[in-house]
């Protein structure tokens, strides 16, 4: 049997088994001929830390597109917090505010500093007066530096953002997107190129935020081990499928989507498509 | 480039229309060197300087400066908002295509032609120089910055644009910063190229020291001629140094993402 080293044990709780996201049969592409996912189906509860882990080009970064209403389906059903995802729907347009995004290669703007970064997330916050003089409240100001000492920038706050390292480039989007004071995040290989203890210390930032803030984390992997040590359910996602949903109970992996998996056969057919 | 018989043929096709072209045109070597002795005659009069000249072109250089700064100033802020409602990546077609026709129309005209408009509009002098710097720089400077809005990263329009914020945001906050290095490199060039540009609008009244440099040509006084053409030329070296130093302290540095000391 493969073992699953934990290292760390976030002691992630369900804080409610009220269902944020759910996806029915969703298909969709970005072109005509070739779907990009195919007949997703996903329920995340609230308060999860729920990761999707699969190859380059799996689908995994599209399935969070759909999730903010960046993409829509081709066909099929998605609900976030009991409503559609679409960008013409005032109630969404509303959601989106606290909905945190990181892409993956961050979407920091360089020119501009670490403050004025973080302060991104507060913006829908502002009047369009405020907005038009660049002037955020002071209590916004606050709230970043107090988020920026939560991400351990404090210090940098005036930093432009083209000056850091990568793993201070991550904890920049980390604050946008805490700034938002989001509900859910998404976070597409927010650990990816980066040295083990960094990816640690940052998994860790994330974790401790979503239960301060009792969020519904959703984050893609490459890394099955990293995903299993943090998260409470992992999808993983092949060509466009997910083929698995597995969880760790005690020193078990369970299997979620049919339920009759052993641990070792679920390591057995994460392997062979993983290297498919 | 290897010396391919396909390569052989295109210099030979390129040779040919060069040949056919020149023809065209009457461009005769033949005539040039005929030609060369009048060149002489000219440099030999411009070397009788005539210094006491300076404070007049001097005059005349800063009037030029500062059409050249009114110009680029006021055609720079109307670019911008132009520019941003012709970006593809902002906009839908119905918004971008017109706006792009109109500036494709306006730098249909070069500035000289926009300062023989002005001049019939408002009369000779200063004023029609600058209206036409203006028209110049609006459809210049609207093009290279809609091409620079569209190539400006999409990440953090997708990271920002996905809160749900509205487009005037989107630009004030992302749009703009991202591109701000670019803008301000574009503004230094249009000066740089508008003070040149300032100096020949006088050849058709329209003010500046081009002014003087086409009435002394027409009377044939080149020593008066070359004390003002090196007046621009000072000016012009003078401006480029201040640009290098601009462009070293706040563009290579954000464009590349590394500090650089300015020297």
Redesign the interface.
């Known amino acids: 049997m493969k073992q699953i080293q934990m290292t760390q044990n976030p002691s992630f709780s369900l804080i409610s088994t009220k269902k944020i996201i759910q996806m029915s049969n969703v298909w969709t592409s970005y072109d005509s001929k070739n779907f990009a996912l195919e007949g997703i189906n996903l329920s995340i509860d609230r308060g999860t830390n729920y990761a999707i882990i699969g190859q380059s080009g799996s689908g995994k970064s599209t399935l969070l597109k759909l999730m903010n209403g960046m993409m829509i389906p081709s066909k099929g059903t998605i609900k976030i917090d009991y409503t559609s995802p679409d960008m013409n729907n005032k109630k969404f347009k509303k959601m989106m505010h606290t909905i945190g995004y990181i892409p993956q290669n961050l979407g920091l703007v360089k020119n501009i500093t670490v403050l004025e970064n973080t302060l991104l997330g507060a913006l829908p916050r502002l009047t369009k007066i405020q907005s038009l003089f660049k002037k955020f409240p002071e209590h916004e100001i606050q709230e970043a530096k107090r988020i920026l000492k939560l991400v351990g920038l404090t210090g940098k706050e005036n930093r432009k953002a083209y000056l850091l390292s990568g793993g201070e480039k991550r904890r920049v989007a980390i604050a946008r997107a805490l700034m938002q004071k989001p509900t859910i995040l998404l976070a597409d290989e927010v650990v990816s190129e980066l040295d083990n203890v960094t990816a640690h210390d940052i998994m860790n930032l994330i974790a401790d935020a979503q239960k301060r803030m009792n969020l519904t984390a959703i984050m893609v992997h490459h890394d099955m081990q990293l995903a299993l040590e943090y998260a409470n359910r992992v999808a993983v996602i092949t060509k466009g499928q997910k083929i698995l949903e597995i969880g760790v109970e005690g020193e078990t992996i369970v299997d979620f989507q049919t339920g009759d998996m052993s641990t070792e056969e679920i390591m057995e057919m994460y392997d062979v498509n993983s290297k498919q | 480039m290897m010396l391919t018989p396909n390569n052989n043929i295109i210099i030979g096709i390129i040779i040919a229309l060069l040949v056919v072209a020149s023809y065209n045109v009457d461009a005769n070597p033949i005539e040039f060197a005929e030609g060369l002795p009048n060149l002489a005659i000219v440099v030999e009069e411009m070397l009788l300087v005539e210094p006491k000249y300076i404070p007049t072109a001097l005059w005349a250089m800063l009037e030029t400066i500062q059409m050249a700064f009114i110009g680029t100033i006021i055609g720079f802020v109307i670019a911008l908002p132009l520019s941003l409602l012709s970006a593809r990546n902002l906009n839908s077609k119905y918004v971008y295509a017109p706006v792009r026709a109109l500036l494709a129309a306006i730098r249909t005209f070069p500035s000289i032609l926009w300062a023989i408009l002005f001049v019939i509009m408002v009369g000779s002098g200063p004023f029609a120089g600058v209206l036409a710097i203006i028209m110049y720089t609006i459809g210049f400077v609207a093009k290279l910055q809609y091409e620079v809005i569209e190539t400006i990263?999409s990440?953090?329009?997708?990271?920002?644009?996905?809160?749900?914020?509205?487009k005037?945001?989107l630009i004030?906050?992302?749009v703009i910063?991202?591109s701000?290095?670019h803008l301000l490199s574009q503004l230094l060039y249009m000066f740089d190229y508008n003070i040149r540009q300032s100096s020949i609008l006088g050849l058709v009244g329209a003010g500046g020291i081009g002014f003087y440099i086409i009435n002394y040509i027409t009377f044939f006084e080149y020593g008066k001629v070359v004390v003002f053409m090196l007046v621009v030329l000072v000016t012009v070296l003078i401006i480029d140094w201040f640009s290098v130093k601009i462009r070293d302290k706040y563009i290579i540095k954000?464009q590349h993402?590394m500090?650089v000391t300015a020297k």
């Open positions: 990263d990440d953090p329009m997708d990271a920002v644009g996905s809160i749900g914020v509205s005037w945001q004030r906050y992302v910063p991202e701000a290095s954000s993402g500090e």
